[in-house]
């Protein structure tokens, strides 16, 4: 499956629209990551633990999407959004969301 923040792919003409798309992850801060990259912060440096649940939660939602795709008999998504928020109380969950248009090329 090719997705692409791009409203085209070079060389492979889309041949039809399937509509939009979407996958979204919410994921919970860990009491202990949240402890450790706080010590970061104070300390310098970057939060090693914090980069690994963002490209996780990143990868699945785009996996998500893709799936979502698949099943309308796409084989690409062109048009790729990426957006996250900090949700619950005390900004204590992540929400990674993508969307894009599925198509066949």
């Known amino acids: 499956m090719i997705s692409t923040t791009t409203a085209l792919i070079e060389g ?55 799936a979502e795709a698949g099943k309308l008999g796409g084989n690409a998504v062109i048009g790729v959004d990426l957006d996250y928020e900090v949700l619950g109380a005390n900004g204590s969950m992540l929400m990674v969301s993508c969307s894009g248009t599925a198509v066949i090329v």
């Open 12 to 66: 492979k003409p889309v041949q039809q629209y399937l509509g939009i798309v979407t996958g979204e992850v919410i994921v919970g801060a860990n009491i202990f990551r949240d402890l450790f990259a706080g010590i970061r912060d104070i300390v310098g440096g970057r939060s090693g633990s914090y980069e690994n649940v963002l490209a996780d939660a990143r990868r699945q939602a785009i996996a998500e999407m893709e």
